[in-house]
């Protein structure tokens, strides 16, 4: 005998995605902010005149990538219990890229999913992390083995809360906005070498065009199964720079800065970028003081973490090269002596 359970359905997990200053906030139920110390000194009192609930908790998480992790996330689901949060509460992940996918992924997770929103705090975040419903957290195999999809019900992006931003915070969001720019839109990308996004409303102009270009890759593939890999440009390279460093050495958008230099530099070598595509995007990074080398010690044990990656199989890696700029190929057939020649440019750098 068989018996089908027919669960064929449609859901909408449409959403906003607000550029601009922060609007009101309004909220029937409980709300719980997860945040840091850091925004919560600079900008928590900003979201509060700006959020009206029936009740608000604030949940307060150390910073730093070293801290997304299993222990985090049972503190959060802890606070949420105390604070007797229901499957109508809400919570706010008021941060960072950080603070948006533990968020995430500890909403997705209390009750079986509980609603959740985005409120950027960081350039990174606010182009990249907060859009798309990729939650997750850390462990010591790789970056975000461990996560969901779990889409928010809105973000808000208003970049008044990047005139706080340390400047080095500010260079690892543009490596996101550029590696969006390499792989989906030459036109941007040209525009990102003439134009400082430090000046005027530049930044604006760059942080709509890279938001406005995930949430495209975004509609076409939400799960990953193609078209969206593609946004992991550089990464590939940069959670093997970030693990092995303990997530302690590089921001995350300096670890992708120096992936897509190496993922660059394997492009070239497969004949799918010129040298002076490569230059040009070395010198867009290299203008927000990103770094752009990384010394390699053991090129066999760096070649072996990438089998950890999520897009990678038993047998096969999986690279996201630059075809030009403004194209982009997803392989998992470059030989194994291609890509540890690349590494060897690398190796004690």
């Known amino acids: ?197 430090r000046v005027g409303d530049n930044l604006i102009k760059a942080i709509t065009q890279a938001v406005e270009t995930k949430a495209r890759v975004v509609e076409a593939d939400e799960k990953e199964q193609g078209l969206r890999a593609a946004l992991n440009y550089g990464h590939t390279f940069g959670h093997v720079i970030e693990n092995e460093t303990r997530y302690e050495t590089y921001l995350h958008g300096e670890s992708v800065a120096i992936g897509m230099m190496m993922a660059n530099d394997l492009a070239h070598d497969l004949g799918l970028m010129s040298r002076d595509e490569v230059e040009r995007v070395k010198a867009v990074l290299a203008r927000y003081d990103l770094p752009l080398t990384y010394p390699i010690a053991n090129i066999d044990k760096f070649y072996q973490a990438f089998f950890l990656d999520k897009k990678s199989s038993d047998a096969s890696i999986t690279f996201i090269l630059p075809r030009s700029i403004g194209g982009v190929e997803i392989t998992d057939t470059v030989e194994s002596n291609r890509v540890k020649s690349v590494l060897k440019r690398y190796e004690g750098a």
């Open 1 to 197: 005998m068989t018996i089908n359970i027919a669960l064929n359905r449609t859901i909408d997990d449409s959403y906003p995605i607000h550029i601009g200053p922060l609007s009101d906030i309004q909220f029937g139920g409980k709300v719980a902010i997860l945040t840091n110390p850091k925004v919560a000194g600079l900008h928590l009192q900003t979201l509060l005149s700006r959020l009206k609930a029936k009740e608000v908790y604030i949940i307060t998480i150390a910073d730093g990538e070293q801290y997304k992790n299993w222990e985090s996330i049972e503190f959060i689901l802890d606070r949420m219990f105390d604070h007797r949060l229901n499957r109508k509460s809400l919570l706010v992940a008021f941060g960072g890229g950080v603070i948006g996918d533990m968020g995430g992924f500890a909403s997705s997770l209390y009750n079986r999913g509980i609603d959740f929103i985005q409120i950027p705090t960081t350039l990174l975040s606010q182009v990249d992390a907060s859009v798309g419903g990729k939650t997750g957290i850390n462990n010591k195999y790789g970056k975000n083995l461990i996560g969901a999809f779990h889409q928010p019900k809105t973000v808000y992006i208003d970049p008044s809360f990047l005139q706080t931003l340390p400047a080095r915070e500010f260079g690892a969001g543009v490596a996101e906005i550029v590696k969006m720019a390499v792989t989906f839109n030459a036109q941007f990308f040209e525009w990102l070498e003439h134009n400082d996004l």
